[in-house]
């Protein structure tokens, strides 16, 4: 797998990322490859087989809703947590332990559906939706074939 050379090390060490799928198996591969202290939970077993082999993190088989899950991955010292799963609801739930409970820096959110973001933005969580970035992706890329 290729490591995108732009990330830049900071002290942001300790990383939690909760789900586990193409999205947040990838970002924990290439932290962990960038040195980071990665803690990676998901609910199923099975999700942890797509980490690579150089992945040096933890891995946690719970719900990320849970608290005691979260304990366990030591989220009082994390200094990020990225919240990746495809559930809108439990991303935000997540998100808002993260940010409220435990105070944590640096909270981002995965929005599956682009009509929540409204939602995130007036809970002041960081977000990303992959199905706005690709979506606008393709219209520039037929916007600028037009040109």
Do not use: H, W
Request: glycine share 6%.
């Amino acid at each position: 797998m290729a490591m995108n050379n732009n990330i830049k090390n900071n002290n942001k060490e300790y990383i939690i990322i909760v789900g586990c799928g193409r999205i947040g198996s990838r970002m924990a591969n290439e932290l962990s490859q960038t040195g980071k202290s990665v803690v990676v939970i998901d609910n199923d077993p099975n999700a942890f087989t797509k980490l690579d082999e150089s992945f040096s993190g933890f891995m946690i088989e719970g719900d990320g809703v849970e608290t005691d899950v979260l304990e366990e991955a030591k989220i009082k010292r994390a200094d990020v947590l990225i919240v990746s799963t495809s559930n809108d609801a439990a991303n935000m739930m997540i998100a808002q332990i993260g940010k409220n409970v435990y105070n944590i820096d640096q909270v981002l959110a995965r929005v599956v559906d682009p009509d929540e973001l409204e939602t995130y933005n007036v809970l002041e969580i960081e977000t990303v939706s992959p199905t706005l970035l690709a979506s606008r992706a393709m219209v520039e890329k037929i916007l600028k074939e037009d040109n």
